[in-house]
C-alpha cells in the first residue's frame, strides 16, 4: 500500500540533532572530538579577505597605464593608510600638481599597467563560528569545522527573522490564545527568550527590543508590523541575517492564530531551561525553517554519525536522528496544520484518507483527507492543503 506523505512542522519532546558548523573558507578548527561545548563555544575561526577598492590613478594623474609605476609613491603588497598619497604626478609648477589619495586603511593589493587601476583591500575581517548549541563535538572536520550534537527538545516555526541566538525561556503568557501585548513585557525578560500566544503587534515588539529581550516566540503576526521590524517589505523569504536587534519565530502564520497547543504545552514544560534559537527561514528549494532547540542539560550526541555529510559553503546545517517513531505516511489520528484558506492557520486531527480522488472547487481531481477541527467540525481539505505537526 502506498503511503502519503506531507513534511511538517516538528514539535518533539526528545529528538537528536546535529549541527554541521563549516567556516565559508578554511580556517583554524578549536574543538576536539568527543568535547563538551557550550553555544557560545567558538570550534572555528579564520579571517575573512577585506572589501576591495578600485583606484583609476591613470584618469586622476592624466598618465598612461604603462606609465603608472612611475608615478606611484607605494609599492604592490605595502600597507597604506586612509588619505595617504599613493601616486602623484611631477608638474614643472607645483601648483598643478595632482595627489591620489588612499580611500581606505588596508593594503596595495595590485598594480595595473594594462587597466591603469590600482587595487586596494581593506585588513581582513576574523570571523569566530559559534557551536551555537549546547552538546557534543561528534565530528571534526578538518581545516572546515565541525559536527556538534544534542539530545534534545525541539520545535520549527513557520517564519522567523533574526540570526542565532540563546537565553533562558519566560513564558509572557499563561494562555496560548492571549495576545503579547508591551504591558506585559518589562525588565526582567532582560535576556530571555519570552513566549507569547496568539499574536504579537510592533509595539510590543519594540518595547522587547528595548529592554534587551534575544528572542520573541509568539503564534502570529502582522505583515505590516514585521515592514516595521525589518524596514523594508520582505520579498524572496529567505531571512536569517537581519540585523535588527531580536530574533523572531511565528509558529503559526500571519495574523491573529492560536499557538499550537502542542507547542505551548512543551514551551511552558521548559520554561527556565536555555534554548538555542534561529529565525533563519528558506521557502524555495532546500526548505530551512526557523528552530527552538532546547538542549537536555550533560546529554552531548554520541549517536550521530557525520559518515554521509560532505563539508560545503553552509555555515550550518542540520543532521536529525528521530529518538521516535519513524513517520512512513500520513495516518488517522495524526496532528496536522491547514496551510490554505478558508482553515488557514487552523489545527486540526486526520480522520481518515479517502482512496478516491475527489473533484474540489477549482474542478480538480486530488487527494484529500478528513479533518476533525478543534470545534468538532468535520471538513475536506486537499492533502496538499496540510502539514504534518510532526513530533
Request: glycine share 8%.
Given at each position: 500500500?502506498?503511503?502519503?506523505?506531507?513534511?511538517?512542522l516538528r514539535v518533539a519532546k526528545r529528538t537528536q540533532i546535529s549541527k554541521l558548523r563549516i567556516l565559508p573558507i578554511p580556517g583554524e578548527v578549536l574543538v576536539k572530538k568527543g568535547e563538551e561545548v557550550d553555544s557560545s563555544r567558538i570550534v572555528a575561526k579564520t579571517d575573512l579577505p577585506g572589501k576591495v577598492y578600485t583606484v583609476n590613478v591613470v584618469n586622476q594623474l592624466g598618465i598612461t597605464p604603462s606609465e603608472i609605476r612611475e608615478?606611484?609613491?607605494?609599492?604592490?603588497?605595502?600597507?597604506?593608510?586612509?588619505?595617504?598619497?599613493?601616486?602623484e604626478n611631477r608638474?614643472?609648477?607645483?601648483w598643478f600638481k595632482t595627489q591620489v589619495r588612499s580611500p581606505i586603511n588596508g593594503n596595495i593589493e595590485n598594480i595595473s599597467t594594462v587597466t591603469g587601476q590600482v587595487l586596494l583591500r581593506e585588513p581582513p575581517r576574523p570571523l569566530n563560528l559559534i557551536a551555537y548549541i549546547d552538546g557534543q563535538v561528534v565530528e571534526v572536520i578538518e581545516g572546515q569545522g565541525a559536527i556538534v550534537g544534542t539530545l534534545c527538545s525541539f520545535i520549527q516555526g513557520i517564519f522567523g527573522v533574526g540570526g542565532e541566538t540563546s537565553g533562558i525561556i519566560e513564558m509572557a503568557v499563561k494562555d496560548p490564545n492571549e495576545i503579547l501585548t508591551k504591558e506585559m513585557i518589562d525588565a526582567r525578560f532582560k535576556d530571555r527568550i519570552i513566549v507569547g500566544g496568539s499574536f504579537i503587534d510592533w509595539e510590543a515588539i519594540k518595547k522587547a527590543r528595548e529592554v534587551g529581550v534575544k528572542g520573541i516566540i509568539v503564534g502570529g503576526i502582522h505583515d505590516k508590523d514585521l515592514k516595521g521590524l525589518l524596514g523594508y517589505d520582505l520579498g524572496v523569504a529567505i531571512t536569517g541575517r537581519e540585523d535588527i536587534g531580536i530574533?523572531?519565530?511565528?509558529?503559526e502564520g500571519f495574523g491573529k492564530i492560536t499557538m499550537a497547543s502542542r507547542t505551548f504545552d512543551l514551551l511552558s514544560e521548559k520554561a527556565g531551561k536555555k534554548a538555542c534559537i534561529s529565525g533563519?527561514?528558506?521557502?524555495?528549494?532546500?526548505?530551512?525553517?526557523?528552530e527552538?532547540?532546547?538542549?537536555m542539560a550533560g546529554t552531548g550526541s554520541q549517536e550521530t554519525s557525520a559518515s554521509s555529510v560532505e563539508p560545503s559553503g553552509v555555515r550550518s546545517r542540520e543532521i536529525t536522528a528521530d529518538l521516535e517513531t519513524e513517520r512512513v505516511g500520513l495516518s488517522a489520528g495524526d496532528p496536522v496544520r491547514i496551510i490554505r484558506e478558508p482553515y488557514f492557520g487552523l489545527i486540526g486531527k486526520i480522520v481518515s484518507l479517502p482512496h478516491e480522488l475527489q473533484v474540489?472547487?477549482?474542478g480538480s481531481k486530488v487527494r484529500v483527507l478528513e479533518v476533525e477541527l478543534p470545534d468538532g467540525r468535520r471538513v475536506i481539505i486537499p492533502r496538499a492543503n496540510v502539514e504534518i505537526i510532526e513530533g
Open positions: 500500500m502506498a503511503h502519503a506523505y506531507t513534511p511538517g608615478f606611484m609613491l607605494k609599492k604592490e603588497g605595502g600597507p597604506v593608510s586612509k588619505d595617504e598619497v599613493i601616486a608638474p614643472m609648477i607645483s530574533t523572531l519565530i511565528i509558529t533563519a527561514t528558506q521557502i524555495r528549494a532546500g526548505v530551512i525553517r526557523p527552538i532547540i532546547i538542549p474540489i472547487e477549482t
